[in-house]
């Protein structure tokens, strides 16, 4: 290898050096030579780095090395400079720029914020929507929970809905087809969440089932336009959706968790968390806890509770998911702390 051989030269240690099969050099008069002129021409090269980087950062938005990547690029300079004689101007530039470049971090993405007056509105819809069913279903948990799934997974289907109108009419952006294969599957499961509180009586009522189906089809007809216009808007209307869906059912089994323990797992639960092949169910877990394409998450269910923590599981992943389609215009995680989406002040 070619390093510890660049090292001995720059300690001075050692006593002959093969830099290519066709070109012996005796290296006692080398190593002493580079040993005089290695601590100028570093710190030279250093200062240049540094100008250099410094430029780099300013054009491209990227953060200072770290330590630990700093130390790595001198003695990475300092090889350099051993083998300077031996290297055309050209080649020795285009190997002290790469240098810079590997030592350099890229700065993740700042998030995207949503311009305030929409998302106040967002806010009012979703807010006043919410407080109004549950004040009208107070008491009644599983009418309630039946109505906000059955509206809940309706943006899902607005979204593929304009997504496959735009591909009919030749439109087919990269990554578009893993998108709407991930809006299918966080239907899918928004579907399995209703099928479970129906199978718990949630739809018993013929008014609770018209009211439920009513609101979703406006809802429905008012995300396709949202989504023609602005998917930023239509998916934050969803992420506040989905935030309120987690923090009821964590009310709920913060309230009524010792009950639940003692109620059976409904059968519709057991076979799509359990017994169904995973492949729906790891797709809308976008922001991934293992490696590859496969959640960590394998729920197992012993009591009513069980299935009730994995459906406020869910709308945490939908969320996630939401929050990076906002933020980033990406489904996947992009290397921070997944937040809330923030308003952006309207500039007078």
């Given at each position: 290898?070619?390093?510890?051989?660049?090292?001995?030269?720059?300690?001075g240690?050692?006593?002959?050096?093969?830099?290519?099969?066709?070109?012996?050099?005796?290296?006692?008069?080398?190593?002493?030579?580079?040993?005089?002129?290695?601590?100028?021409?570093?710190?030279e090269?250093?200062?240049?780095?540094?100008?250099v980087?410094?430029a780099?950062?300013?054009?491209t938005g990227?953060?200072?090395?770290?330590?630990?990547?700093?130390?790595?690029?001198?003695?990475?300079?300092?090889?350099?400079?051993?083998i300077?004689?031996?290297?055309?101007?050209?080649?020795?530039?285009?190997?002290?720029?790469?240098?810079?470049n590997d030592?350099?971090?890229?700065?993740?993405?700042?998030p995207?914020?949503?311009?305030?007056?929409?998302?106040?509105l967002?806010?009012?819809?979703?807010?006043?929507?919410?407080?109004?069913?549950?004040?009208?279903?107070d008491?009644?948990?599983?009418?309630?929970?039946?109505?906000?799934?059955?509206?809940?997974?309706?943006?899902?289907?607005a979204?593929?809905?304009?997504?496959?109108?735009?591909e009919?009419?030749?439109s087919r952006?990269?990554?578009?087809?893993?998108?709407?294969?991930?809006?299918?599957?966080?239907?899918?499961?928004?579907?399995?969440?209703?099928?479970i509180m129906?199978?718990l009586?949630g739809?018993?009522?013929?008014?609770?089932?018209?009211?439920?189906?009513?609101?979703?089809?406006?809802?429905?007809?008012?995300?396709?336009?949202?989504?023609?216009?602005?998917?930023?808007?239509?998916?934050?209307l969803?992420?506040?959706?989905?935030d309120?869906?987690?923090?009821?059912?964590?009310?709920?089994?913060?309230?009524?968790?010792?009950?639940?323990?003692?109620l059976?797992?409904?059968?519709?639960?057991?076979?799509?968390?359990?017994?169904?092949?995973?492949?729906?169910?790891?797709?809308?877990?976008?922001?991934?806890?293992?490696?590859?394409?496969?959640?960590?998450r394998?729920?197992k269910?012993?009591?009513?509770?069980?299935?009730?923590?994995?459906?406020?599981?869910?709308?945490k992943e939908?969320?996630?998911?939401?929050?990076?389609?906002?933020?980033?215009?990406?489904?996947?995680?992009?290397g921070?702390?997944?937040?809330?989406t923030?308003?952006?002040?309207?500039?007078?």
């Amino acid at each position: 290898m070619i390093r510890p051989a660049l090292l001995a030269i720059v300690c001075g240690s050692a006593s002959a050096l093969t830099i290519s099969p066709a070109r012996p050099v005796a290296t006692a008069p080398l190593a002493a030579a580079s040993a005089a002129r290695c601590a100028p021409i570093v710190a030279e090269a250093a200062q240049a780095t540094s100008s250099v980087a410094g430029a780099a950062m300013q054009a491209t938005g990227v953060v200072a090395p770290t330590a630990g990547q700093a130390r790595e690029r001198e003695v990475r300079l300092a090889d350099l400079e051993a083998i300077r004689d031996f290297l055309s101007l050209d080649e020795f530039e285009a190997k002290r720029a790469q240098i810079v470049n590997d030592a350099v971090a890229v700065r993740p993405a700042a998030p995207a914020q949503l311009e305030e007056s929409i998302y106040k509105l967002n806010k009012f819809i979703v807010d006043t929507v919410y407080k109004a069913i549950c004040l009208v279903y107070d008491g009644n948990d599983y009418a309630r929970f039946f109505v906000l799934e059955t509206v809940a997974r309706v943006p899902y289907f607005a979204y593929l809905s304009v997504m496959h109108l735009r591909e009919t009419f030749g439109s087919r952006d990269p990554g578009d087809g893993d998108r709407m294969r991930t809006h299918y599957a966080e239907a899918d499961n928004e579907l399995h969440h209703l099928l479970i509180m129906e199978s718990l009586g949630g739809n018993s009522s013929v008014v609770d089932r018209t009211l439920a189906q009513t609101m979703a089809f406006t809802y429905y007809w008012y995300v396709i336009a949202v989504y023609t216009i602005s998917e930023q808007a239509a998916y934050h209307l969803s992420e506040l959706i989905e935030d309120h869906a987690f923090n009821t059912y964590n009310g709920y089994l913060e309230r009524e968790g010792e009950k639940l323990k003692t109620l059976p797992v409904p059968d519709i639960a057991r076979q799509y968390y359990e017994e169904q092949d995973p492949y729906l169910f790891d797709k809308f877990c976008t922001v991934k806890d293992g490696s590859g394409d496969a959640s960590q998450r394998r729920p197992k269910l012993e009591s009513l509770y069980d299935v009730f923590v994995n459906v406020r599981d869910d709308e945490k992943e939908h969320w996630k998911t939401l929050c990076n389609l906002v933020q980033f215009d990406s489904m996947e995680g992009q290397g921070q702390e997944i937040a809330s989406t923030m308003p952006t002040p309207v500039l007078e």
